[in-house]
């Protein structure tokens, strides 16, 4: 256990409501987190409080086609204007229980501790998936700095040790893992379906996509050098060669 950092201080948490011991800070250390990539399409997310964060967390709920729900007695413009336009449902209120009836998950982004703790208790009664901004002994699940370029996303957390590294990581991992990464996702996507249909065994398809991923010439490179159609060519003759093989055996 480290020394607290602020001993004799009320906890930087705000939520024990006691004097600091940094149990919150050591209990993110020991957690092993289990990374999921959640569905959120037509399921209905709830965001607790209007401001910068609730705001911010609605946008990155919506890029992934949730249905949202604001709950907040004041919005900034911008959530008025999405509801407005249609894209939020928001209820101009303080939150209660029953909001998270029906919904996926909640993130709550208020100013006020009292609601913010409460959301966390009423979402764990319920075995709901609770995100308290900035609040880790507030949180079931943490989000992570993301890399996102087409079907690919790269997550980065440092289970709340340094979000401000996880940050800075994002920015140097997007220049290492660029628009060829996505473009090679795409066109190996397109051959699944043929693989899943003609090649028998899970082994057979293991060894297909890694003979292409991990081949020469490397695919990454012919797209970095603008020869997509040699790449073709490659995925094309492998699937031949493939079948081949079948009808010989
Ligand atoms: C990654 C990112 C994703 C997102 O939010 O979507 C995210 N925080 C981001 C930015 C950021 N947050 C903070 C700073 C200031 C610098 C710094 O403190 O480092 C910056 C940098 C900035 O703003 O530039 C302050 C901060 N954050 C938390 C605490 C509480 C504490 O430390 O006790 C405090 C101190 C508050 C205070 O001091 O009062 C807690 C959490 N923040 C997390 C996520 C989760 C752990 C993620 C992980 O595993 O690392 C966790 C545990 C819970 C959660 O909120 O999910 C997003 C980057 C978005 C991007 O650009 O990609
Ligand atoms: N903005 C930031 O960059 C930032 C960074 C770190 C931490 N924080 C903290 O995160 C919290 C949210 O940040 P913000 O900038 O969005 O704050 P904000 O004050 O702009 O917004 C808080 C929102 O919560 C709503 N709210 C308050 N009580 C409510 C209740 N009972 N039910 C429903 N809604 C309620 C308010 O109407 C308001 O829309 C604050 O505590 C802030 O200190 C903010």
Same mark, same amino acid.
């Given at each position: 256990?480290?020394?607290?950092?602020?001993?004799?201080?009320?906890?930087?948490?705000?939520?024990?409501?006691?004097?600091?011991?940094?149990?919150?800070?050591?209990?993110?250390?020991?957690?092993?987190?289990?990374?999921?990539?959640?569905?959120?399409?037509?399921?209905?997310?709830?965001?607790?409080?209007?401001?910068?964060?609730?705001?911010?967390?609605?946008?990155?709920?919506?890029?992934?086609?949730?249905?949202?729900?604001?709950?907040?007695?004041?919005?900034?413009?911008?959530?008025?204007?999405?509801?407005?336009?249609?894209?939020?449902?928001?209820?101009?209120?303080?939150?209660?229980?029953?909001?998270?009836?029906?919904?996926?998950?909640?993130?709550?982004?208020?100013?006020?501790?009292?609601?913010?703790?409460?959301?966390?208790?009423?979402?764990?009664?319920?075995?709901?998936?609770?995100?308290?901004?900035?609040?880790?002994?507030?949180?079931?699940?943490?989000?992570?700095? =993301? #890399?996102?370029?087409? $079907?690919?996303? @790269? %997550?980065?957390?440092?289970? !709340?040790?340094?979000?401000? &590294?996880?940050?800075?990581?994002?920015?140097?991992?997007?220049?290492?893992?660029?628009?060829?990464?996505?473009?090679?996702?795409?066109?190996?996507?397109?051959?699944?379906?043929?693989?899943?249909?003609?090649?028998?065994?899970?082994?057979?398809?293991?060894?297909?996509?890694?003979? =292409? #991923?991990?081949?020469? $010439?490397?695919? @990454? %490179?012919?797209?970095?050098? !603008?020869?997509?159609?040699? &790449?073709?060519?490659?995925?094309?003759?492998?699937?031949?060669?493939?079948?081949?093989?079948?009808?010989?055996?």
């Amino acid at each position: 256990m480290p020394a607290a950092a602020y001993p004799g201080k009320e906890c930087v948490c705000q939520f024990k409501r006691g004097i600091c011991d940094q149990t919150c800070v050591q209990d993110m250390l020991d957690t092993p987190f289990y990374i999921a990539c959640l569905k959120l399409r037509d399921r209905v997310g709830l965001v607790v409080g209007g401001g910068e964060l609730g705001l911010e967390k609605t946008e990155g709920l919506l890029a992934c086609d949730a249905n949202v729900v604001v709950v907040s007695p004041e919005v900034l413009p911008e959530v008025e204007r999405l509801a407005e336009e249609g894209s939020v449902v928001w209820l101009k209120r303080e939150y209660e229980p029953s909001d998270l009836e029906g919904k996926f998950l909640v993130i709550a982004c208020t100013d006020d501790t009292d609601t913010n703790i409460r959301i966390f208790e009423d979402a764990e009664r319920r075995a709901m998936l609770a995100n308290i901004v900035d609040v880790p002994p507030l949180c079931n699940f943490i989000l992570p700095a =993301i #890399v996102r370029t087409g $079907p690919l996303a @790269i %997550a980065i957390s440092t289970a !709340g040790a340094s979000p401000a &590294l996880a940050k800075r990581m994002k920015d140097e991992i997007s220049g290492m893992f660029g628009e060829e990464y996505a473009r090679l996702a795409v066109i190996l996507n397109d051959t699944r379906g043929w693989a899943k249909g003609t090649l028998p065994t899970y082994q057979d398809r293991k060894a297909f996509f890694e003979g =292409i #991923v991990n081949g020469d $010439p490397d695919p @990454i %490179a012919l797209l970095r050098e !603008g020869r997509e159609d040699e &790449l073709h060519a490659i995925v094309a003759d492998a699937r031949r060669a493939a079948e081949a093989q079948l009808q010989q055996a």
